[in-house]
C-alpha cells in the first residue's frame, strides 16, 4: 500500500471514529414590540457577499437574514437571499432536513 493511500485511509478512519458536533452558527435575537406583546424573531448572523446589502426592514417583518443587491430593495429585486433559524420545540414534528424543506 502506497503512504499516500495508507494516510487517506488513516483520515478516513478518523473520521469515523472522531465524536461528530452538531453544527452550529450565531443567532441574532430580537424582541419587537407589538400591540399583542414581542414579536420575536431569530436569524443566523451571514457574511454578506460583495454586492449585496442587508434589509433591515424586510428582516424584521419576516424574521429572516435578508439581503438584497446593493441598491435594491426587497420588493423591486430580481433575487434576494435569506437565513432564518427555527426554534426546534416549536416544529417538534420535523425529524430531517429533507421534511423542513417539504414543509416550507
Known amino acids: 500500500m502506497k503512504l499516500r ?9 478518523w473520521y ?4 461528530s458536533r ?6 441574532y435575537k430580537l424582541a419587537i414590540p407589538s400591540d399583542r406583546g414581542f ?3 431569530w436569524w443566523p ?4 457577499p460583495d454586492g449585496w446589502v442587508h ?5 424584521r417583518s419576516s424574521c429572516s437574514n435578508v439581503l438584497v443587491p446593493k441598491g435594491q430593495s ?3 429585486a430580481p433575487a434576494v437571499m435569506y437565513g432564518r433559524a427555527l426554534y426546534k420545540p416549536r416544529i417538534p414534528e420535523t425529524r430531517s432536513l429533507d421534511q423542513l424543506i417539504s414543509d416550507d
Open 5 to 13: 493511500h495508507a494516510a487517506a485511509l488513516a483520515l478516513v478512519g
Open 45 to 48: 448572523q451571514l457574511q454578506v
Open 55 to 59: 434589509d433591515e426592514g424586510a428582516s
Open 39 to 41: 414579536k420575536l424573531c
Open 22 to 27: 452538531p453544527l452550529s452558527a450565531e443567532i
Open 74 to 76: 426587497f420588493a423591486q
Open 16 to 19: 469515523l471514529v472522531a465524536p
